[in-house]
């Protein structure tokens, strides 16, 4: 499938990373092209500069967010939940119309430091506010509610045996999710429903970000025993 | 252990009848005792009315919210999340003075029906708020993020192979509480840390409806793999 990656963090690398490995066509998509590989530093959170992360991976091309959307089927929304609007009006409306979107972003708030506070939440969430802004997006919710590594390598974990969600208007989406999910490894995808679902796991996120820091650790997962 | 389950619904007779049943000696509280007993129809979710749960349990006494506090070392909040600090100010700031409190209660908003939202979130918690309100009040959050059948009973559930939580600022009050939860059958019970911690499970309760819909029953729960 042909895949633009929306966002050049830990979250756009590890996904880009496992589609190619899949052999997926995937272009990265970021704000500004130059930018992001003059940078030699790493990020706030000590990840690697993406310049780094890319000579693994020569086959992902890096692009603007409107070069990388316009040729894709399918986007994966891994930008910060701030910038989510900001970054898919960037790639523009005419080149979402009809296609798929995965929206991992969560609209986190560090402006009172941490833990985290979430930007919308309970009446309202991300997932529901990118497919109100583009109402031909076809999005789904999905793989918010755990870390990087283990959203695209569950198996690392416990062979597997944990949970992930998927939230979405369109079914069609939610199956082409789903089976990407299922090609990640992951055994257990529970269909909460419609995007309006988002709020639920969005609203995960305030235990999952103790949790980290009672565990000491991002090595974990939800799995819902039933 | 002498203890006052705070609330006469589904919860308060699921952990008051566990605890008779484990040998504490325990006193269900209520707003109006004559109401409580006159009542012989189902409540609102269809549970049986509380005399036709209390002929089964004849060691546990029904009395006031302060008589049931009065003489009780420990206290449960089992009352609904709305009606809290009004149940606890019924008992008597007095009474309530170096006790342990389990906070159960989710601060949950039904005014615009189902799926219920959150009085309160994110910035604050139920939790919170009755530990600012009574701060000689030694409050635990503990046991609200799963039915009461599971709350008292977890090895009904895959052999009680999942997770609790608890949050609360006194050491020795959640060493008293995990012991009891241990008692009922836990056995992961994980502590996130200061009750303020509290925000991040009672957040957790947007998704617990949604997956109860999902899966059209409450007998599930979190296991935190890791």
Not at 37 to 61: C, E, F, H, I, K
Not at 86 to 94: F, I, M, V
Not at 170 to 178: F, L
């Amino acid at each position: 499938m042909k895949i633009a990656v929306l966002g050049t963090g830990m979250v756009g690398q590890a996904v880009a990373g496992r589609l190619a490995e899949l052999g997926h066509d995937v272009t990265i998509g970021t704000r500004g092209v130059q930018a992001t590989l003059a940078r030699t530093t790493p990020d706030a959170m000590g990840n690697p500069p993406y310049s780094a992360w890319a000579a693994n991976y020569p086959q992902v091309r890096l692009a603007s967010f409107a070069d990388a959307a316009s040729e894709a089927e399918l986007l994966v929304n891994a930008t910060s939940g701030g910038a989510s609007i900001a970054a898919l009006t960037a790639a523009g409306a005419a080149d979402l119309a009809g296609k798929f979107l995965i929206d991992i972003a969560n609209p986190l708030d560090f402006a009172a430091g941490w833990p985290p506070t979430l930007l919308v939440k309970d009446t309202d969430s991300l997932g529901e506010q990118i497919q109100a802004a583009f109402p031909r997006l076809r999005v789904v919710k999905a793989l918010n509610t755990l870390t990087a590594a283990l959203m695209v390598n569950p198996a690392q974990l416990a062979d597997g045996d944990h949970s992930v969600f998927v939230s979405g208007n369109d079914t069609d989406a939610k199956k082409t999710v789903i089976d990407l999910l299922e090609s990640f490894g992951h055994t257990d995808v529970i269909d909460l429903g419609l995007i309006s679902t988002a709020r639920g796991t969005e609203m995960v996120l305030p235990l999952w970000v103790r949790l980290m820091g009672t565990l000491n650790s991002p090595m974990f997962n939800f799995k819902i025993v039933r």
